[in-house]
């Protein structure tokens, strides 16, 4: 399977709160919901068939509870298109905490043997091992070489609060650009590949 990750950001980086399933209102933050109405039919289109083409789901431990309650648990939820590829397939979660999860057909890969875990999944035949929001869990895949593929779907807003995906200080990472597209509301959905370390200017 190739792992790859979705993500939505702000123009200054912020991953957190973006929206109902992803409304993570912790350390103070007070800006959820920037990423809800956001976008036009084509990326809404877009984001919905990424997840339906996915083989299996892999989560961080917040994004997994977030989703559990609001895809995995509210009928409505569970309804729409995108709740009926994440309760149809099957979810991992990167966690040492979680002992019982309440969302079916979940398995907890423990943190000890994660990267040997991943690597097993990836081994199998199938489509797409995909991770949405985790940021934290999305960090430590790139830093361990495990992504294959990257979607960033950038909404055009500045949040000044918040955690963003890359912290201001951590590894460098090349990426090439597979696709770019920006839709009618401004919204930009870059699809990139990690390509080793950028290349930098000589010091004079």
């Known amino acids: 399977m190739k792992l790859t990750t979705m993500t939505q950001v702000t123009i200054d980086g912020v ?19 920037w990423a809800r109405g956001k976008g036009d039919d084509e990326t809404r289109t877009f984001i919905t068939q990424t997840y339906q083409r996915a083989e299996a789901f892999l989560f961080g431990r917040r994004t997994y509870e977030l989703f559990a309650g609001s895809w995995g648990s509210i009928d409505q939820m569970r309804a729409h298109p995108i709740g009926v590829a994440l309760n149809e397939a099957p979810k991992y979660v990167a966690s040492t905490t979680l002992t019982a999860p309440r969302w079916e057909d979940t398995t907890v890969l423990h943190r000890g043997d994660l990267a040997a875990a991943i690597s097993e999944l990836k081994a199998k035949p199938g489509g797409e091992l995909q991770v949405h929001g985790s940021g934290a869990l999305t960090r430590w895949l790139l830093e361990n070489d495990l992504v294959d593929e990257m979607t960033l779907i950038v909404i055009p807003v500045i949040l000044g609060q918040g955690a963003r995906l890359f912290p201001e200080t951590g590894p460098d990472l ?31």
Do not use: H, W
Not at 18 to 25: F, L, M, P, T, V
Not at 175 to 202: F, H, M, N
């Open 174 to 204: 090349a990426l090439d650009l597979v696709e770019s597209r920006v839709d009618s509301k401004g919204v930009t959905i870059q699809v990139c590949r990690p390509a080793g370390r950028p290349q930098y200017a000589p010091t004079a």
């Open 15 to 33: 991953m957190q709160g973006n929206g109902a399933a992803s409304d993570d209102r912790s350390n103070g933050f007070e800006r959820g919901g």
